[in-house]
C-alpha cells in the first residue's frame, strides 16, 4: 500500500513538473533589454572631374570610404507564443535604437596645386528608431527555448554628405556645403537566440544581423555628388528581461 501510494505521489509529480514545462512559455509576454552593436558604414566614393573628390582622386589623394563602430543598444518587444508539443510557435513586435556613431571622415587633405586651400569631406548615417515585427518559432526543452525570428524593422533614417573648404590666407573665402536625405527603410532583419523560464520571468539572449540599406541624397550642389551615396550593416547582441502573463 505505501508503495502503491509513493508511485501515485510520483507520478503526479511528473505529471505536474511537465505541464509546467510545457506551459512556461506559453501566453503573452513583454520584456526590455540592452546590449551592443557592431555597425560598419560605407560610402559609395564616385568621383567626377566637376567636384573636390573628383579631383583630389585624380592627383593621388587617398579616399577612404568605410568605417567600423560600436555602440550601446536597448530595445523593447512584446508578444504571444504557443508551445504545441515542443514546438514553439509564436509572433512580436519591437523597438529598437541604439547611439552607434556611423560617421566617416572620407578625407582632410590639401590641394596639391594650392596648398593653401585644405578640403574635408565627411558623411553620417543617422539610424532612426526602429519598429520591428517577426514570427518566432523554436524548440522547448524543459524551461528553455531555443528560436529563430525572421522579422523586418522599419525606420526613418537620414544621410548627410558634408564638404569645407578652408583658405589660409583667405579665411574669409572659407566655405561649408551640407545636404541631406531622409528616407524610410525596410530591412529583413533575422534573428535567433535562448531564453530561460523561471517561473513568469524570462531571460534572453538574442543575435540579430541587420544587412542595412543604401540611401543617395539627391542635390544639384557638385561639390559633394562624388560621396553622396551611404550604406551600413549592423550585428546586434541583445540580452532580455522578460515577464509573462
Do not use: Q, W
Amino acid at each position: 500500500m505505501k508503495r502503491l501510494l509513493v508511485i501515485s505521489v510520483a507520478m503526479t509529480a511528473v505529471s505536474f513538473a511537465e505541464n509546467a514545462t510545457s506551459n512556461a512559455f506559453n501566453g503573452f509576454y513583454v520584456g526590455a533589454g540592452v546590449g551592443g552593436a557592431r555597425s560598419k558604414t560605407k560610402t559609395d566614393v564616385t568621383g567626377t572631374s566637376d567636384n573636390v573628390i573628383g579631383y583630389l582622386e585624380s592627383v593621388n589623394i587617398p579616399v577612404t570610404s568605410t568605417k567600423t563602430s560600436n555602440g550601446f543598444l536597448y530595445g523593447i518587444y512584446a508578444g504571444y507564443g504557443k508551445n504545441l508539443n515542443d514546438f514553439y510557435i509564436g509572433g512580436e513586435i519591437s523597438i529598437v535604437g541604439d547611439f552607434v556613431n556611423r560617421h566617416i571622415n572620407l578625407l582632410n587633405a590639401k590641394d596639391p596645386t594650392l596648398p593653401r586651400h585644405n578640403y574635408e569631406a565627411k558623411i553620417k548615417y543617422k539610424r532612426g528608431i526602429a519598429f520591428g515585427v517577426a514570427p518566432r518559432s523554436g524548440y522547448v526543452f524543459g524551461n528553455n527555448l531555443i528560436y529563430v525570428k525572421p522579422g523586418f524593422e522599419i525606420s526613418h533614417d537620414k544621410v548627410t554628405a558634408t564638404l569645407n573648404s578652408a583658405n589660409s590666407e583667405k579665411p574669409e573665402n572659407d566655405e561649408s556645403v551640407s545636404v541631406s536625405t531622409s528616407k524610410t527603410n525596410v530591412v529583413f532583419t533575422p534573428s535567433f537566440g535562448y531564453e530561460k523560464a523561471c517561473g513568469r520571468i524570462i531571460f534572453r539572449g538574442e543575435y540579430t544581423y541587420n544587412p542595412g540599406k543604401k540611401i543617395s541624397i539627391s542635390s544639384n550642389k557638385p561639390e559633394t555628388s562624388g560621396f553622396d551615396n551611404a550604406s551600413y550593416s549592423d550585428h546586434r547582441l541583445m540580452i532580455g528581461v522578460g515577464y509573462k502573463f
